[in-house]
């Protein structure tokens, strides 16, 4: 587990395509986090449902780049709302798939849904810890995907545990 916000995103971008232009942000307590994005940020949840629910649909997976390397999977991915071409969150995930079962690894390498609606589908045990709260003021990757007029993303930094092991840690950033 690393001590800071920065160890733990060049932790997450290590090895993956396309993220040198993410923003390093700035970390902020969870209480300074505005609505709309505290609603979808500060909670012990997984994101996919979060993000359906204020959205109003399901959302589906894009992985935009992927590095393995042993048991560690990382992957750079957008969410959209189901039939949207909007992009609702950019993620960075770290998954050591050594704490996962045969079937769930197998979901996690076909890439096709995302990992709470997949976690919550296949009944991992599971506890979402968010450790720190992130303002990102735009450009680069995120500006990319968000549009630089939504600025700034806000985000959490976290890590999902399965049956009290770190099995993945991730940043996720959102836009309204």
Known sequence: MHDSAAETLDDLRN???????????????AGDVPEP??????HNDHMTTRLGDY???????QVLSHAMEGDVYRRLIALRPMGQNRVVEIGLV????????PAVRTMILDEKR??????????????????W?????????????FGMDLAPFYGRIGTIYFED????????????
Not at 94 to 101: G, P, S, V
Not at 114 to 131: F, H, Q, Y
């Open 94 to 101: 770290r998954i050591d798939l050594a704490c996962t079962n």
């Open 37 to 42: 994005f505290a609603r979808l940020l500060v």
């Open 15 to 29: 090895g993956l395509v396309g993220v040198n232009d993410l923003p390093a942000g700035t970390v902020i307590a």
């Open 165 to 176: 092991q770190p099995a993945i840690r991730l940043l996720e950033v959102v836009t309204h």
């Open 114 to 131: 995302p990992l709470g609606d997949l976690l919550i589908s296949a009944n991992v045990m599971r506890r979402v810890e968010p450790r």
């Open 55 to 61: 959205h109003g649909a399901a959302v589906e997976l």
């Open 133 to 145: 709260f992130m303002r990102f003021d735009g450009a680069g990757l995120l500006a990319e995907h």
